[in-house]
């Protein structure tokens, strides 16, 4: 039943033209690590999983509707991401309807739970809710690039009380110190490292590694030559990785990847390619393929999507950051500050005051 109502929404969505379905979330639960306790044909049978239990805990013996639902969608990969999130018991407002009218829970279920958490030498559900405080579903974040306008802002960001996935871990890197104008309280950790540098990235990694659950790839670097970008910034990226996906057991789920409208333009700082550059037209749509050019934005989609699907990711392509950077530049002792002369006029005229 549950397989044939989300096959029969995926396939309303997927034959449609240019779809741009392009992940699905599943709600399940705790019946991954517990088997199916509300059949009554199996309950005297099951052997449940031990906890605290973890997200990469095998799958159960026994039939169950959930793993049905991720196989289904797994089979979408992959032009179709998907992500899984196993709540234990999901509280909220819910002792009254509407209309006032009391909910009554039913006895059955209740006394399975709690024959569940007798059995697993827990007191009461809540036992679980508090180990999932401090368990592998915590949130914690690598931004690579912490410093810089981008990376500050997702710090201050991840920090808010209101941000999803609350409350966040923060870890920082960049090549060069923490400045003086970063407020320490925005980062757990910070790590200064060179992502050229394979050993040196895995070494300084290591210690935080089991950690990290979400990478945040605000870093990059710039040449003229947009082979050499993606020489460079692939390398970067891949030596991150690696250090993070080598450690055991590895908690990274998701990369999100900060891009831009290169990839509607083409390489436009590489003067070499420049003259024979034929952009796409605006307005720019995010379903819009990749220009016959070499761009390393596209490589380093390619990079994260070949983890899927252990790892899924998202791609953000500004056009232009806007950041109030000339308190940044005082704090620095910078007396003056030029932008590139490939950059318009009209973006390179500094405030009057």
């Known amino acids: 039943m549950n397989s044939t109502m989300l096959a029969n929404v995926l396939n309303a969505l997927k034959p449609a033209a240019r779809s741009r379905l392009r992940h699905v979330t599943l709600l399940n639960g705790t019946k991954h690590y517990m088997g199916p306790i509300f059949d009554p044909s199996l309950r005297g049978e099951l052997v449940h999983q031990e906890p605290p239990f973890k997200e990469d805990l095998g799958r159960l013996p026994y039939p169950n509707f ?3 639902l991720e196989d289904l969608v797994a089979s979408y990969l992959p032009s179709i991401t998907h992500s899984v999130h ?3 018991i999901i509280i909220d407002s819910i002792a009254f309807h509407s209309h006032r009218i009391p909910v009554v829970y039913s006895k059955d279920v209740w006394s399975i739970s709690e024959d569940v958490c007798a059995r697993a030498k827990k007191k009461h559900n809540w036992a679980f809710f508090m180990e999932k405080e401090n368990s592998s579903d915590a949130s914690v974040a690598l931004i690579v690039g912490i410093t810089g306008l981008a990376g500050f802002s997702l710090a201050e960001a991840l920090k808010k009380p209101t941000t999803p996935g609350r409350p966040w871990k923060v870890y920082g890197i960049a ?33 935080v590694a089991h950690e990290i659950t979400h990478v945040f790839w605000v870093s990059m670097q710039h040449h003229g030559n947009e082979e050499v970008n993606i020489s460079v910034n692939s390398t970067m990226l891949a030596n991150v990785l690696n250090a993070l996906k080598s450690t055991a057991p590895s908690r990274l789920r998701h990369v999100t990847l900060l891009t831009g409208t290169k990839h ?47 790892i899924t990711h998202s791609v953000h392509r500004s056009s232009i950051i806007i950041g109030i950077i000339f308190p940044v530049l005082k704090a620095e002792g910078i007396k003056a500050a030029f932008l590139p002369e490939t950059m318009p006029t009209y973006y390179r005229t500094p405030p009057a005051h």
């Not at 980062?187 to 540098?197: E, K, Q, W």
């Not at 083409?266 to 390619?273: A, H, V, Y």
């Not at 605006?282 to 220009?291: I, Q, S, V």
């Open 264 to 310: 509607y333009m083409g390489p436009i700082f590489d003067p070499s390619l420049r003259g024979e550059l034929v952009h796409q037209e605006p307005p720019f749509k995010e379903d819009l393929g990749r220009l016959p050019y070499p761009n390393f934005y596209h490589a380093l989609e390619d990079l994260v999507a070949s983890y899927l699907p252990s």
């Open 66 to 68: 959930y793993y049905a």
């Open 86 to 88: 196993r709540s234990s």
């Open 175 to 207: 090549r060069r110190p923490l400045p003086r104008w970063f407020p320490a309280f925005l980062v757990d950790g910070f790590i200064s490292l060179d992502a050229l540098d394979c050993a040196d990235t895995a070494n300084k990694l290591s210690p």
